[in-house]
């Protein structure tokens, strides 16, 4: 079945260092891939999303390419802010069906 | 707009107690999704509503889980006889269609938590 693989945390950043989170997928066919994110005390957000091989989602500074032969989908910030703690969540939808598989979450924490 | 609604946003109960949950989706939204969301996991799917019918509801657990939603707006989902393993964050989300990529909106969640 489909699943989602992303590193695990916590991740601990200072202000402006760069940003990556790893994350592969399993999937039949050719899924769609999301990077969620859930701040502090609030729902979960879509962050940025891509629905086929090379594409690029991007979204407050944050980008993620749609890498097939890989089957990877890293997410990636130039310079992170304090704002951007949070837990971030990569998730994939398989063609044909609605419901959306996500991976175990990676959180984030950057200090001034 | 008013974003998907969740109530109650924290329900603690005892050991076989019967719960309900209630999603109030965005206005307008015909695709309904249920998700649970155990404490340091990703949510996991239960089951997808289109309109009035569960298009697939293949990830609910077992038959003490049950979910409605009768006028194609607010669903409710039903967990009997509640054990110690059902707690966790149920999150609702709601997305334009059912189709396509309709981007699904999530709401608050659900604490529950089986004492």
């Known amino acids: 079945g489909d699943s989602v693989t992303q590193m695990e945390g916590p991740v601990t950043l200072s202000e402006e260092a760069f940003l990556t989170i790893n994350c592969t997928y399993t999937a039949t066919g050719y899924p769609s891939l999301f990077w969620y994110v859930q701040y502090p005390g609030e729902g979960l957000q879509l962050l940025l999303k891509?629905?086929?091989?090379?594409d690029k989602g991007s979204n407050k500074g944050f980008e993620a390419t749609y890498r097939k032969e890989t089957t990877s989908f890293h997410l990636e910030k130039g310079s992170v802010q304090v704002s951007d703690s949070a837990v971030y969540f990569c998730?994939?939808?398989?063609?044909?069906?609605?419901?959306?598989?996500f991976g175990t979450g990676t959180k984030l924490q950057v200090i001034p | 707009g008013a974003g998907v609604s969740q109530t109650p946003s924290n329900k603690v109960t005892e050991k076989g107690k019967y719960v309900e949950l209630r999603c109030d989706p965005i206005?307008?939204?015909?695709?309904l999704y249920w998700y649970r969301q155990s404490l340091g996991q990703g949510p996991e799917f239960l089951i997808y509503f289109q309109g009035t019918g569960a298009a697939d509801d293949s990830g609910l657990p077992n038959d003490r889980f049950f979910a409605v939603r009768p006028e194609g707006s607010v669903s409710t989902l039903k967990i009997q006889r509640t054990e110690r393993g059902d707690s966790a964050v149920y999150l609702c989300a709601s997305s334009l269609m059912g189709q396509g990529e309709g981007e699904q909106f999530f709401g608050p969640g659900t604490r529950l938590t089986v004492l």
């Open positions: 998730a994939l939808r398989s063609g044909g069906y609605q419901k959306v598989t």
């Open positions: 891509a629905t086929k091989a090379d």
């Open positions: 206005s307008g939204h015909t695709a």
